[in-house]
T-cell receptor, first 109, second 113 residues
Framework: TQLLEQSPQFLSIQEGENLTVYCNSS?????LQWYRQEPGEGPVLLVT?????EVKKLKRLTFQFGDARKDSSLHITAAQTGDTGLYLC?????????FGKGTMLLVSP | NAGVTQTPKFQVLKTGQSMTLQCAQD?????MSWYRQDPGMGLRLIHY???????DQGEVPNGYNVSRSTTEDFPLRLLSAAPSQTSVYFC????????????FGDGTRLSIL
């Protein structure tokens, strides 16, 4: 079973601060996806990274895929209260997706 | 745009009862899957299907059955509910395999007493 470790498990910050969430594994994935989930809803895809070393930006969010395609990071610049939610990384294998346990982000005004 | 529709949204069962969680998608996606989400455990794959007539087990399949008679529908059956199956269940679909963007439903919150 492929495992994805996310850290930190919980992060509470003030609006305007920067933060980084990590997603690490000992396994190689063909691609890695990041989702955000809000209470009472299903996860929503933010980005998919495919190539080792790839960097993708989505407004204030920057996603990076490790060179060996085993790890990834999500950096948020100048966090806003609307960024509050559960952030999940998921690694794609041949026919299944393996999720990390998530990082719960709380951004206070 | 309906996307992925799960019914019911909430359900309370007694131990030993059976029930079916419904999942339907209107995007003509071939790949569909069921996950359960428990506090501190993330999303764990129960069963998945790569197309009509084809299903396979995920990480935690025991106590659950699935079938895929049409592209649109992928029901999840609990044969004899147990308190350990209390969870939030999510159905997802994508046009390709697991590496493609997954579209999730809003979940079914299930409590087994």
């Amino acid at each position: 079973t492929q495992l994805l470790e996310q850290s930190p498990q919980f992060l509470s910050i003030q609006e305007g601060e920067n933060l980084t969430v990590y997603c690490n594994s000992s396994s190689v994935f063909s691609s890695l996806q990041w989702y955000r989930q809000e209470p009472g809803e299903g996860p929503v895809l933010l980005v998919t990274v495919v190539t080792g070393g790839e960097v993708k930006k989505l407004k204030r969010l920057t996603f990076q895929f490790g060179d060996a395609r085993k790890d990834s990071s999500l950096h948020i610049t100048a966090a806003q209260t609307g960024d509050t939610g559960l952030y999940l990384c998921a690694g794609a294998g041949y026919s299944t997706l393996t999720f990390g346990k998530g990082t719960m982000l709380l951004v206070s005004p | 745009n309906a996307g992925v529709t799960q019914t019911p949204k909430f359900q309370v069962l007694k131990t030993g009862q059976s029930m079916t969680l419904q999942c339907a998608q209107d995007m003509n996606h071939e790949y569909m899957s069921w996950y359960r989400q428990d506090p501190g455990m993330g999303l764990r794959l129960i069963h998945y299907s790569v197309g009509a007539g084809i299903t396979d087990q995920g990480e935690v399949p025991n106590g659950y059955n699935v079938s895929r008679s049409t592209t649109e529908d992928f029901p999840l059956r609990l044969l004899s509910a147990a308190p350990s199956q209390t969870s939030v269940y999510f159905c997802a679909s994508s046009w390709g395999q697991a590496g493609q963007p997954q579209h999730f439903g809003d979940g079914t919150r299930l409590s087994i007493l």
